[in-house]
Every structure is written in structure tokens, then in C-alpha cells.
């Protein structure tokens, strides 16, 4: 089972970044998958979920508005889509996908909002 994060970097405050996460090892279009991250210090903490089949989406309040997530099945990739960047946006963002009991992370990729 693989996760592969990529998109990271950095970026102004107000720009743009989009993350991938490539799935291989399992049945992706079978899991619930989300993106995570974890700014120094703090816990780990959710960014936005997408059920299964793309129907249904959830983000925490500090990126409602501001972030998409979205799935492509046919790729076994999913996508967050961050615009508007704060410097608070600043953490290593984790690729999850889960079903029931099953849990998968990738390694992580940085995302770094500074001038």
C-alpha cells in the first residue's frame, strides 16, 4: 500500500497550491479519503474528508471557503486545491485513506505560506 503526496512548497500569502496524493495497494474507490497536516508543535489535525464516490465533502472551519477536495477513481488520486493562503496554512500535509477499521497515510508533503 502506497500513498504518494506531491505539491508542496512554498508560496505567498494569498497564493495557490494544489496537492496530490496517488493511491496504489488497495481498493481506492472504496475508501473514504482525506487530507490531514501538522503545523510545528500542534497535533495533527484534519484539513477535509470526501466520501467514496465524490458525493460528499467536509472541511475544518479554518479552510471552508478556501479549499476544495476532490477525487478522481480512474487515477486513484486525490486533490486539495488551496487558495488564499495564510501563513496559519503552514504545516506538512498528510494524505489518509480509511475504511472502517483500515487506516493509510502517506509520507507527507510541506507546505510553507511566507513572503
Known amino acids: 500500500v502506497q500513498l504518494v503526496e506531491s505539491g508542496g512548497g512554498l508560496v505567498q500569502p494569498g497564493g495557490s497550491l494544489t496537492l496530490s496524493c496517488a493511491a496504489s495497494?488497495?481498493?481506492?474507490?472504496?475508501?473514504?479519503m482525506s487530507w490531514y497536516r501538522q503545523a510545528p508543535g500542534k497535533e495533527r489535525e484534519l484539513v477535509a474528508v470526501i466520501g467514496s464516490t465524490g458525493r460528499s465533502r467536509n472541511y475544518a472551519d479554518s479552510v471552508k471557503g478556501r479549499f476544495t477536495i476532490s477525487r478522481d477513481n480512474a487515477k486513484n488520486t486525490v486533490y486539495v486545491q488551496m487558495d488564499s493562503l495564510k501563513p496559519e496554512d503552514t504545516a506538512v500535509y498528510y494524505c489518509n485513506g480509511r475504511r472502517g477499521y483500515t487506516d493509510y497515510w502517506g509520507q507527507g508533503t510541506q507546505v510553507t505560506v511566507s513572503s
Open positions: 495497494g488497495f481498493t481506492f474507490s472504496s475508501y473514504a
